[in-house]
T-cell receptor
Framework: AQKVTQAQTEISVVEKEDVTLDCVYETRDTTYYLFWYKQPPSGELVFLIRRNSFDEQNEISGRYSWNFQKSTSSFNFTITASQVVDSAVYFCALSEAGANNLFFGTGTRLTVIP | DAGVTQSPTHLIKTRGQQVTLRCSPKSGHDTVSWYQQALGQGPQFIFQYYEEEERQRGNFPDRFSGHQFPNYSSELNVNALLLGDSALYLC??????????FGSGTRLTVV
């Protein structure tokens, strides 16, 4: 069975601080995909990244970076020099090969204080 | 280029009633998925439609049904509404092997 755990329910940081959002997943498949989505108050889920299980290279996109470690089944997300606009709920999700759905964690609410 | 469009944005229904939610996928996308997001929770997969057929279904009762039209737009129908059906309903469209694009959702309140 698949499972995604986001143990941090809420995080508050002061603007310009770095913050890391944790994601731990469980799956029996060897081929799967991991995602991060951002959900601002408007409700729309905004796609941030997709990573397949065979690509363990860390990725950086501007202030965002992702650390994928299969050995610990983790796919953590770091925001460097946080900004108020980063305030949102962030979801980690898993999709197994051959499946047509995303399995989401419960989300982490990030508040960046000016 | 318009993204995923959902209507209505908000809706209030009475317990026992029926509701229809609508979704227009992103241009070029042929697959539509529906998710239910209860307050404070992550979205849960309801079902996915491709080529006007339900391709996969999550753990939701038969009260939840859907339809996809030839133009790829989709409807989600919920019968015999329960208070527990109150949630944000999200539609996502995709074109394999690309990722999913989500709409802003329909906020359903059952009273």
């Amino acid at each position: 069975a698949q499972k995604v755990t986001q143990a941090q329910t809420e995080i508050s940081v002061v603007e310009k601080e770095d913050v890391t959002l944790d994601c731990v997943y469980e799956t029996r498949d060897t081929t799967y995909y991991l995602f991060w989505y951002k959900q601002p108050p408007s409700g729309e889920l905004v796609f941030l990244i997709r990573r397949n299980s065979f690509d363990e290279q860390n990725e950086i996109s501007g202030r965002y970076s992702w650390n994928f470690q299969k050995s610990t089944s983790s796919f953590n997300f770091t925001i460097t020099a946080s900004q108020v606009v980063d305030s949102a709920v962030y979801f980690c999700a898993l999709s197994e090969a051959g499946a047509n759905n995303l399995f989401f964690g419960t989300g982490t609410r990030l508040t960046v204080i000016p | 280029d318009a993204g995923v469009t959902q209507s209505p944005t908000h809706l209030i229904k009475t317990r026992g009633q029926q509701v229809t939610l609508r979704c227009s996928p992103k241009s070029g996308h042929d697959t539509v998925s529906w998710y239910q997001q209860a307050l404070g929770q992550g979205p849960q997969f309801i079902f996915q439609y491709y080529e006007e057929e339900e391709r996969q279904r999550g753990n939701f009762p038969d009260r939840f049904s859907g339809h996809q039209f030839p133009n790829y737009s989709s409807e989600l129908n919920v019968n015999a509404l329960l208070l527990g059906d109150s949630a944000l309903y999200l539609c996502a469209s995709s074109l394999a092997p690309q990722g999913y694009t989500f709409g802003s959702g329909t906020r359903l309140t059952v009273v």
